[in-house]
């Protein structure tokens, strides 16, 4: 399976790419209620800003490059990480989230921001 095919991966996909066209509360919409306490839609797109200010303009790649099922800080409901690149012109970063069930949702629980 395609990691774009996974159910972690279409999140994060969703994910990258509302933060990619701007819309910072869609992306603040899809994550879990104790990061939605700690992460403003503010937050998040300065968080994106300062990820891609070094290069020109919004990204014009966004894809799911790799999920993992099980790691080891994996949590009872998470359903899986995926890592998102997300390129645009003299730039090459991505978004790395944990997707979890909350409530029958599958929600963004974690974020790290930027390529490795």
Not at 19 to 44: C, G
Not at 49 to 68: A, K, R, T
Not at 74 to 90: E, L, P, R
Request: aromatic content about 8%; some cysteine.
């Amino acid at each position: 399976m395609e990691p774009r095919d996974t159910e972690h991966g279409l999140v994060a996909l969703a994910f990258a790419r509302a933060i990619v066209n701007q819309d910072f509360s869609t992306a603040h919409s899809m994550l879990s209620q104790n990061l939605k306490k700690e992460l403003s839609q503010k937050e998040i797109q300065t968080e994106f800003n300062s990820m891609i200010e070094y290069g020109e303009g919004l990204p014009d790649f966004i894809d799911i490059m790799n999920v993992l099922d099980d790691w080891p800080t994996k949590q009872s409901n998470d359903i899986g990480w995926a890592y998102c690149a997300i390129n645009g012109d003299g730039y090459s970063e991505a978004v790395a989230v944990v997707v979890t069930n909350e409530n029958g949702r599958q929600v963004v629980r974690e974020i790290e921001w930027g390529r490795p």
